[in-house]
């Protein structure tokens, strides 16, 4: 069965645009936050000097702020999938193949772009936890958003804002770098370099933030502002558009933005 055109567009005024918004500009910024880190690391130049401090505003504040709208954000969209064990397998593939792709290209061109564990391995773990969590609640109550799952699900958050507080007596004690995956800096004999790293801790438990915040907010699925203005609506179409297609955005923009800077000092238009 074909849906109208007029269906269609019932169907996209009542899309959650405010999510992909949010999506959008979570991933705006980190585009931002790599091309400063490629400029500064890649290309040498003496730019963007926040990047590199070990304790700053950046890494207090403005990093943990758009990681925190992108998982969460995530975590909200779980409630709008049908099979969520589906989507954490192909998330999980393209991760793994992103993994690989990076690791390798370290090895060759030295770059310091291989990537082990990050949020598209923090996301594939939430999202196959969330997809048990969810079938063991619909097998138990017969569907969503029980009580009991809603207790679960904030005993969940807490552990991991708990274990967050916890991380930094273990910080620097264990000599293995794949305590990383935890979010835990390792022992210094055992750090590896890496392009990117994000833990479990405490980025699981912001996940299910937003499952809980998706299954009370959500429960229609459709946005929370249908009558909102048209003008509004056409300005932040790019980055709607970006938070559509996150994680196409996420895989290429780097090639992408490294490609044009190392064109640019090609073409002598930057040093």
Same mark, same amino acid.
């Given at each position: 069965?074909?849906?109208?055109?007029?269906?269609?567009?019932?169907?996209?005024?009542?899309?959650?645009?405010?999510?992909?918004? &949010?999506?959008?500009?979570?991933?705006?910024?980190?585009?931002?936050?790599?091309?400063?880190?490629?400029?500064?690391?890649?290309?040498?130049?003496?730019?963007?000097?926040?990047?590199?401090?070990?304790?700053?505003?950046?890494?207090?504040?403005?990093?943990?702020?758009?990681?925190?709208?992108?998982?969460?954000?995530?975590?909200?969209?779980?409630?709008?999938?049908?099979?969520?064990?589906?989507?954490?397998?192909?998330?999980?593939?393209?991760?793994?193949?992103?993994?690989?792709?990076?690791?390798?290209?370290?090895?060759?061109?030295?770059?310091?772009?291989?990537?082990?564990?990050?949020?598209?391995?923090?996301?594939?773990?939430?999202?196959?936890?969330?997809?048990?969590?969810?079938?063991?609640?619909?097998?138990?109550?017969?569907?969503?958003?029980?009580?009991?799952?809603?207790?679960?699900?904030?005993?969940?958050?807490? &552990?991991?804002?708990? &274990?967050?507080?916890?991380?930094?007596?273990?910080?620097?004690?264990?000599?293995?770098?794949?305590?990383?995956?935890?979010?835990?800096?390792?022992?210094?004999?055992?750090?590896?370099?890496?392009?990117?790293?994000?833990?479990?801790?405490?980025?699981?438990?912001?996940?299910?933030?937003?499952?809980?915040?998706?299954?009370?907010?959500?429960?229609?699925?459709?946005? &929370?502002?249908?009558?909102?203005?048209?003008?509004?609506?056409?300005?932040?179409?790019?980055?709607?558009?970006?938070?559509?297609?996150?994680?196409?955005?996420?895989?290429?923009?780097?090639?992408?933005?490294?490609?044009?800077?190392?064109?640019?000092?090609?073409?002598?238009?930057?040093?």
């Amino acid at each position: 069965m074909t849906m109208t055109k007029e269906q269609s567009a019932v169907k996209t005024r009542k899309r959650a645009f405010e999510l992909d918004l &949010l999506r959008g500009f979570a991933i705006f910024m980190m585009i931002l936050h790599h091309f400063a880190f490629d400029l500064r690391f890649i290309l040498g130049y003496d730019v963007f000097a926040f990047i590199g401090a070990e304790c700053n505003w950046f890494w207090a504040f403005v990093h943990p702020f758009f990681i925190f709208i992108f998982v969460g954000i995530s975590g909200v969209c779980c409630q709008f999938s049908r099979n969520n064990f589906k989507r954490a397998a192909k998330l999980g593939a393209i991760a793994i193949a992103f993994s690989v792709v990076t690791i390798t290209a370290d090895h060759f061109l030295n770059l310091g772009c291989a990537i082990y564990f990050n949020v598209l391995h923090v996301l594939t773990a939430a999202t196959v936890l969330f997809a048990l969590f969810d079938h063991v609640e619909q097998k138990k109550t017969g569907g969503r958003d029980s009580r009991q799952g809603d207790m679960v699900l904030m005993l969940i958050v807490a &552990l991991f804002m708990w &274990l967050l507080h916890a991380l930094p007596f273990y910080d620097h004690t264990i000599h293995s770098p794949w305590v990383m995956i935890l979010g835990m800096d390792p022992h210094p004999d055992s750090v590896i370099q890496v392009g990117d790293e994000l833990g479990l801790i405490p980025w699981v438990g912001v996940f299910f933030l937003g499952v809980l915040i998706g299954r009370h907010v959500y429960k229609e699925k459709e946005t &929370l502002f249908p009558n909102a203005p048209k003008p509004f609506l056409t300005a932040i179409k790019p980055f709607e558009w970006i938070g559509r297609n996150s994680l196409l955005v996420y895989l290429i923009h780097q090639p992408i933005v490294l490609g044009i800077l190392y064109l640019l000092r090609y073409a002598g238009i930057i040093p």
